[in-house]
């Protein structure tokens, strides 16, 4: 049975629908799967008895004629979404035993479509990285390694855990967060899909915050159709998160017709970088090719205020963030370090619970919002922010989609960027432009590197036209029939 | 008038600007579905939110918006139908998010003017200079324990309004009557219960001194004021502790003060160095407050008759003087019991009766108007036995102490005991024959130009009618006897 796994979350669902297997059997295909992945380090958690007592219900509903739109399907669960009872970290000590007694909204969701939870998929702390080198539970390995070399790779990040369980076949699909790039860039790194919907589409509340009008979950799966079925059964209007959209929630599987002819794709000239590796340039080329060849209209478009965006990020990301991190203070939850007074204690316990990599965000936040220097930092970014929204507003005017490499570099090796934060943060040079804008965006495997690593391209839509993106990566996906696999190397 | 320190180096003004933080009455918290209840057991009404649970996320509560507007509307200020919720970020135990929603830049309410009355009959304009929604925070508890501080978070996202003054007031008195115009409005409007001992409302006081004329001096922040009493008191000393450097040639340093109502001064808390960097920044969970026009109007169509107006009506339709119609519109509960005892009688008579007898009885026994033993319709009735001449202003005084000993009915006191007037003719000259037969010398001397002395007659035949005749009757029939 151990092929259950390979199977996509379309398929399975026609598999148990058709009866050729329960949720309990590919819920245990799954859980050994998850096992055997441990020198990954994809969980932080794994919950196996959650898993089978799920898959168990989900049998039942299915005997007696219900079953919701995703029955019975084993999926990882970002550790940034709180559930009731799990451990949730965020990947942070300062979350030590943190057992929270409420449920995230998307989780809810998923849980109310018959999704099986396998377990809390690490990640970057406090979702802040983009290698999944910041997890106070360890780095994620990335199930891809380089040809003929077999030195372990980062996956991505921040939904590092995620990817690695997709792309390893532990999980059929995973919660992913996107901040600047959180879903995309991993999901590139690691050859599978990922997707960051419009800002608002999916509801935050009981997702722990990094940058909260930034934050945004979204699936990440092995296939475009999984993704589609996914992000309808995570989103829809939660008057609990006020800056949730009351907008009804499309049949996003049905937008993949396959038919894009006469679609208008941009494709801006301020993404071709200088220095931009070769390989990256001829995907992105390759890309274009392939929407042309479907029938789409390819049109040069300008983005003007690109280059500012990744700074403008850095400031407006790290300040939320400095605010947001605020409430772990010690006092009613996690960790705690004892110290000779209530000042100490705070010192001791954020000194102790937070890593280096948040430090430091939170350091940057606190200064971009301090007093003489917000109007030239936090004030000036969010006009940065508001320029770029524009330019977005005025490309839609002639554009339906956009399409770009999803990162500049396929996935690379520990330590490699470690020394130099700013050559790391440029990971994020070309999602975190639409995270600024709130737009959706998808990333999608289309080619292997020179190495034989998974390299992504991104599309990008207008603000809740998902189904816009969700048909021009479906003809991507077909186009580029991306079939390669990592060899399972960490079953030993 | 204002309050003028005489130093040596001449006269001091006084310049004084509140800050009143107002708890909304409403069911619920700001940003949460929890009781917003005061007294509860500690810690018995948190939601996740109001305890910073990870992931938690606010949503403003429309009620607490609705107040705020009202408010808004009852101080005659400009309502702001776009308001940005910001983040006053600083690390407290009893702030578990680590930062307070408020609003900075953008408050729901902005420029207004309230009318305040002084003692000389003068009437002083007030200038507001905004109001704005934030939430409270909860409370440390220091004698639960030895060593460890408790917290109670149950005040915590409880609905605060921060309704901020102009410098315009210039003495502790008019700060007073001030704040009690604001509890007043706030008690018409339904919006705040202005109980200063819970602690619903709360004044920070800035305060500071300059030669008349001068611009503005230094101001100090007086903290933490939980009463009118304590509030006038903080400002002598202040003022008097900042004249006293200025005229010994220091300056006084801007700084946060805290008011020890136990020694009677202020003593400083922090220095302007020393001050918090609160790094405002808009709540990103929050989107912008907007409300139309329609909005506004719907609740401004629910307003009550505020103090002002009312006062007005009374003086204008009621003919009451101006200081009784001050009197009765102070409070809410009063002006609806006088207005309830005045309907379709003597205004004047009724506006006495609440004013001298009742309130001298619950002042002297110490009740409040709603424990009042004596109901509006009470009142009324015996206030319509007096008109009609069943009995006088002087034996009504006797029935309304027993009304208001025992709670009966005028009514049935005045049956009861055969308290009615006379005004049978025949036994009242009767009484008149008999006090001018034992009185020829007084009768005489009436005659004779000392006109005076009918009141001495009155007196006597309502001595010997047990004060039962009736005084018009009296006179009537008096006069021309004593005449002849």
């Not at chain 2, 006090?435 to 004779?448: L, Q």
Request: proline share 5%; aromatic share 8%; with cysteine.
């Amino acid at each position: 049975m151990s092929d259950l796994t390979k199977l996509s979350i379309a398929a399975a669902r026609d598999g148990l629908k058709a009866g050729d297997f329960s949720a309990r059997e590919l819920t245990a295909a799954h859980i050994t799967a998850m096992a055997a992945s441990k020198p990954l380090n994809a969980f932080i958690t794994e919950t196996p008895e959650v898993a089978v007592d799920a898959a168990t219900a989900s049998d039942a509903r299915r005997a007696r004629g219900e079953a919701g739109k995703l029955e019975g399907i084993p999926l990882a669960i970002k550790d940034l979404f709180c559930t009731k009872d799990v451990l949730t970290t965020a990947a942070s000590h300062i979350l030590d035993g943190f057992n929270p007694r409420y449920e995230s909204t998307v989780t809810s969701n998923l849980w109310a479509e018959g999704a099986v939870m396998l377990g809390k998929a690490n990640l970057d702390e406090f979702a802040m990285g983009s290698s999944n080198e910041t997890s106070y539970y360890g780095n994620v390995v990335n199930p891809w390694r380089r040809q003929g070399d077999n030195r372990d790779l980062v996956p991505g990040g921040s939904s590092g855990g995620s990817a690695s369980a997709v792309a390893s076949f532990s999980a059929m699909g995973a919660t992913g967060t996107d901040t600047g790039g959180s879903i995309r860039q991993p999901a590139s790194f690691t050859g599978i899909v990922g997707m960051k919907p419009t800002y608002g589409r999916c509801s935050r509340w009981g997702v722990v915050a990094f940058a909260s009008s930034l934050d945004q979950p979204g699936p990440m799966a092995r296939s475009v159709r999984d993704t589609a079925i996914m992000l309808e059964a995570m989103a829809g209007f939660d008057p609990k998160d006020s800056t949730s959209v009351n907008m009804p929630v499309p049949n996003f599987e049905a937008a993949l017709t396959g038919d894009i002819r006469g679609l208008k794709i941009g494709i801006p000239k301020e993404y071709r970088l200088e220095g931009m590796s070769e390989e990256i340039g001829a995907l992105w080329q390759q890309g274009i090719d392939w929407m042309k060849a479907a029938g789409a209209e390819i049109i040069d478009i300008s983005l003007p205020h690109t280059k500012y965006a990744l700074p403008a990020y850095y400031i407006i990301a790290p300040a939320e963030a400095s605010s947001n991190l605020a409430r772990y203070d010690g006092v009613r939850f996690g960790l705690r370090v004892e110290g000779k007074d209530m000042n100490d204690m705070y010192a001791s316990t954020r000194g102790e619970g937070f890593g280096a990599e948040v430090k430091r965000r939170l350091l940057i936040g606190t200064y971009a919002l301090s007093a003489g220097y917000y109007d030239a930092y936090y004030l000036k970014a969010q006009k940065v922010r508001s320029r770029i929204a524009e330019d977005f507003k005025q490309a839609y005017l002639s554009v339906d989609a956009i399409l770009t490499p999803t990162a500049p570099s396929a996935a690379f090796g520990f330590g490699e960027k470690g020394d130099d934060p700013l050559e790391m943060y440029l990971n994020d040079v070309f999602t975190v432009p639409a995270s600024l804008a709130g737009l959706p965006g998808i990333s999608v495997p289309a080619g292997l590197s020179k190495d034989g690593l998974p390299l992504g391209l991104q599309l990008l839509g207008r603000p809740f036209d998902e189904e816009t993106v969700f048909r021009a990566a479906g003809v991507l996906e077909e186009a580029a029939a991306f079939t390669a696999v990592p060899a399972d190397w960490w079953r030993g | 008038m204002g309050m003028i320190i005489q130093g040596a180096t001449g006269d001091w003004e006084v310049v004084i600007g509140l800050e009143i933080h107002a708890q909304v009455t409403s069911k619920s918290k700001l940003f949460s579905g929890a009781s917003a209840e005061y007294g509860a057991e500690p810690n018995s009404q948190v939601s996740f939110v109001d305890a910073a649970m990870p992931g938690m996320l606010p949503v403003i509560n429309e009620m607490a918006v609705e107040q705020a507007v009202r408010t808004g509307l009852g101080l005659n200020a400009k309502i702001n139908k776009f308001s940005v919720f910001d983040r006053k970020n600083y690390f407290f135990p009893d702030l578990p998010q680590g930062y307070q929603i408020s609003q900075y830049l953008q408050p729901i309410v902005g420029e207004g003017k309230i009318l305040i009355d002084l003692k000389d009959g003068e009437t002083r304009e007030i200038g507001i200079t905004r109001l704005h929604l934030e939430q409270d925070a909860g409370k440390s508890l220091h004698d639960q324990h030895p060593s460890q501080t408790f917290i109670d978070l149950n005040r915590c996202g409880v609905p605060l309004m921060e309704i901020v003054s102009e410098p315009d007031m210039r003495s502790p008195e008019e700060a007073a009557v001030y704040v009690k115009k604001i509890r007043s409005i706030v008690r018409y409007l339904g919006t705040c219960d202005g109980n200063m001992e819970e602690g619903s409302m709360r004044a920070d006081v800035n305060v500071s001194v300059r030669k008349p004329g001068d611009e503005f001096g230094t101001r100090c922040e007086l903290k933490n004021i939980n009463s009118v009493r304590f509030m006038q008191q903080a400002i002598i000393y202040e003022a008097n502790r900042q004249v006293d450097i200025l005229e010994a040639g220091g300056t006084v340093d801007q700084e946060t003060r805290l008011y020890d109502p136990v020694k009677g001064e202020t003593r400083s808390m922090r220095s302007k160095e020393e001050a918090q960097d609160y790094r405002y920044f808009p709540d990103p969970d929050l989107l912008p407050l907007e409300f139309d026009g329609a909005f506004i109007e719907r609740i401004r169509e629910t307003l009550p008759e505020l103090p002002d107006p009312k006062k007005a009506r009374f003086i204008k339709d009621l003919g009451l003087s101006p200081y009784d119609a001050g009197v009765l519109v102070a409070e809410k509960e009063v002006a609806d019991y006088f207005e309830a005892v005045a309907e379709g009688r003597d205004a004047k008579l009724a506006a006495n009766w609440v004013i001298g007898e009742l309130f001298g009885h619950l002042n002297r026994t110490s009740k409040s108007l709603g424990e009042s033993p004596v109901a509006a319709p009470a009142l009324g009735e015996l206030l319509d036995l007096i008109s009609d001449g069943t009995i006088s202003n002087r034996i009504a005084k006797e029935v309304f102490e027993e009304m208001f000993d025992t709670g009966k009915m005028a009514g049935a006191i005045v049956e009861e005991k055969g308290l009615k007037q006379v005004s049978d003719t025949g036994a009242i000259e009767a009484a008149i024959d008999a006090v001018i037969a034992a009185n020829p010398d007084k009768a005489a001397e009436y005659k004779s130009g000392k006109d005076k002395l009918f009141g001495f007659f009155m007196g006597q035949v309502m001595k010997a009618t047990q004060g039962k005749a009736n005084p018009g009757v009296v006179t009537e029939i008096l006069k021309p006897k004593l005449d002849a």
